[in-house]
C-alpha cells in the first residue's frame, strides 16, 4: 500500500497508456494531456490497454516515484470517460489496487497457490 499523507489528491488517467511509458514521459502526460502539475503531490493512475496493469506516478516533495501493479486475473475497475482525469479517494484507490469494484466490493478473485 503507497502511504498517502492527508490532502493528497488521487486523480485516474481515463482512457488507456502506452504502458512503455517511463516516469519522465507519464509527467509530461500528466503536465500537457491533464493540464495538472505533476510535481504537486498528487497520485496520477494510468491504466494500460489490456486492463490488467496500472502504473502510478507520485511526486511525495523529495521526489518522483513511479509504482506499478499487475493484476494476475481479471481486470482493473475504470471509468468509461475517455479523455481527460477523474479524482477518487484513497480508500477507492485502495479498492481498485485490490481488484475490487468500489461501487460493489467484493474481491474478485484470490489465487489457490503458489505455485
Known amino acids: 500500500m503507497i502511504p498517502i499523507p492527508s490532502g493528497v489528491r488521487v486523480w485516474i488517467a481515463t482512457g488507456h497508456t502506452d504502458m512503455r511509458r517511463g516516469m519522465?514521459?507519464?509527467?509530461l502526460a500528466v503536465q500537457e494531456s491533464l493540464k495538472r502539475d505533476p510535481h504537486g503531490g498528487d497520485l496520477y493512475i494510468f491504466r494500460g490497454r489490456?486492463?490488467?496493469l496500472v502504473k502510478i506516478l507520485w511526486h511525495d516533495g523529495l521526489g518522483m516515484s513511479l509504482y506499478a501493479k499487475r493484476l494476475d486475473r481479471g481486470k482493473f475497475i475504470w471509468p468509461s470517460v475517455s479523455d481527460g482525469?477523474?479524482?477518487?479517494?484513497a480508500a477507492q484507490m485502495a479498492y481498485m489496487l485490490e481488484g475490487i469494484d468500489c461501487r460493489n466490493p467484493q474481491l474478485s478473485w484470490r489465487p489457490q497457490s503458489a505455485g
Not at 24 to 27: D, K, R, V, Y
Not at 85 to 89: D, E, H, L, V
Open 24 to 27: 519522465q514521459s507519464l509527467a
Open 50 to 52: 489490456r486492463g490488467d
Open 85 to 89: 482525469a477523474i479524482s477518487i479517494s
